[in-house]
């Protein structure tokens, strides 16, 4: 794995605006603070995305399995959950809807060994810039070369399985005033077009309940068949309408059960069932046990707020905030360092499949809010269409 420099596009930030992709940067104290790099790429070796291939579809299956011990093993005052919220997950994980996309954190140890940092089963974000940007300055830059990037086409591929099963009419929801959320929803309603449904795009807030029929309709009084929102499951359990959700007849995407592999409890599960696993972090619940160096995660904490880090001769809680509420403690793992930019990679799944990569780094020990996006490639030859449409086809992707 290398940092490279390279020459930057003269009109990428019209490229990507054209493509959705809105907050490639933002102002901070009257500073232009860059989210997407245009001037720089990460390149890895053909044997290296093998074994984050690998890895990804291994620590998938893992996460699966560790989902339905956590479930039947723990409690919802363990999982930090409302009340009857486990067995609603399980009985969720039963019904077999497999969910959408997922991203995992990974980082590589010095060996090339990929080490999982967590998982985000819920509400994965970094989808446009790794599926549709990343490609584009690919294309652009090294044509000739190969890109982990399968992401468009195994949505496409997943929703074209769900209008074969008359899931055609799909809703997408989200907070529509966040840029970043409105562009991944319209995206991916783009992406279920292309499969052949037919889409509807609108505010969660909108949502209402039907008093006779009990259902859930959107904004303009239409009843949701099929749903995808783009918001925190902890969330929406202890909300209002959180308590209709398994009678309103709605087919939620992600599944109820994807809130398992949410929580940072999963990495003890994982930790518990597989330990020793070369692709895993020491993990515990309730206490660092034997760990010299640690990181206590909040359950349901998102991009490094407020972890708590015991390492390197010193503590601190990222964010400065304390978090009331259990914690996960897991290895600490110092991020490989490039001339001070430190990456992690962020590895998609899709429809149960291993399906490409996008690179975030930051300055310091910890990817928070404040991380830049970075593209890649692989030093091989890409790939002919012929082999693509193959590979495909042999992990079931309906094109």
């Known amino acids: 794995m290398r940092r490279l420099a390279c020459e930057p596009r003269p009109n990428f930030r019209d490229i990507l605006d054209s493509e959705g992709m809105l907050w490639a940067s933002e102002t901070v104290d009257g500073h232009d603070v860059p989210y997407w790099t245009d001037s720089a790429y990460y390149s890895f070796s053909p044997a290296e995305l093998d074994r984050l291939e690998a890895a990804t579809d291994e620590l998938w299956g893992m996460c699966l399995s ?8 723990y409690d919802d005052r363990r999982l930090c959950l409302p009340e009857g919220s486990t067995r609603r997950l399980l009985a969720s994980l039963e019904e077999g809807d497999p969910g959408s996309h997922a991203r995992f954190d990974l980082c590589l140890a010095r060996d090339g060994t990929p080490k999982m940092l967590e998982i985000n089963g819920d509400t994965p974000t970094m989808l446009v810039e790794s599926a549709v940007s990343q490609w584009s300055w690919h294309e652009a830059n090294f044509p000739e070369l190969d890109q982990w990037n399968s992401i468009h086409e195994r949505l496409v591929g997943a929703w074209k399985k769900r209008v074969a099963a008359g899931q055609d009419d799909l809703h997408f929801a989200g907070l529509l005033h966040l840029v970043e959320e409105a562009s991944t929803l319209a995206y991916l309603a783009d992406t279920a077009v292309q499969a052949g449904a037919t889409t509807s795009l609108f505010d969660l807030s909108d949502v209402g309940l039907d008093v006779d029929s009990r259902r859930f309709v959107d904004g303009q009084s239409l009843p949701i068949d099929v ?28 599944p109820l059960w994807r809130s398992a592999l949410s929580t940072k409890a999963l990495l003890a599960a994982l930790w518990h069932l597989y330990p020793g696993h070369p692709n895993l972090l020491p993990a515990y619940l309730d206490s660092p046990r034997d760990l010299r160096e640690y990181v206590a995660k909040p359950f349901f904490g998102r991009e490094g707020a407020s972890i708590r880090v015991h390492a390197e001769g010193r503590d601190w809680t990222h964010g400065g905030q304390e978090h009331d509420e259990s914690f996960c ?6 991020l490989p360092d490039f001339d001070g930019n430190r990456p992690v990679i962020g590895a998609w799944v899709v429809d149960g499949h291993a399906a490409g990569m996008g690179i975030r780094e930051t300055d310091g020990p910890i990817t928070d ?17 012929s082999t ?11 094109l």
Request: hydrophobic residues 45%.
């Open 329 to 334: 403690y897991q290895q600490w793992w110092p």
């Open 66 to 73: 560790a989902a339905t011990w956590m479930l039947t093993t």
């Open 227 to 254: 749903c995808y929102a783009l918001y925190p499951w902890e969330d929406l359990l202890v909300e209002p309408f959180g308590a209709h959700i398994e009678t309103s007849g709605v087919r939620w995407i992600e």
């Open 388 to 398: 693509v449409q193959r590979w495909l086809a042999e992990d079931d992707v309906r």
């Open 369 to 385: 809010g404040g991380a830049r996006f970075v593209p890649h490639v692989i030093e091989a030859p890409a790939p002919a269409e």
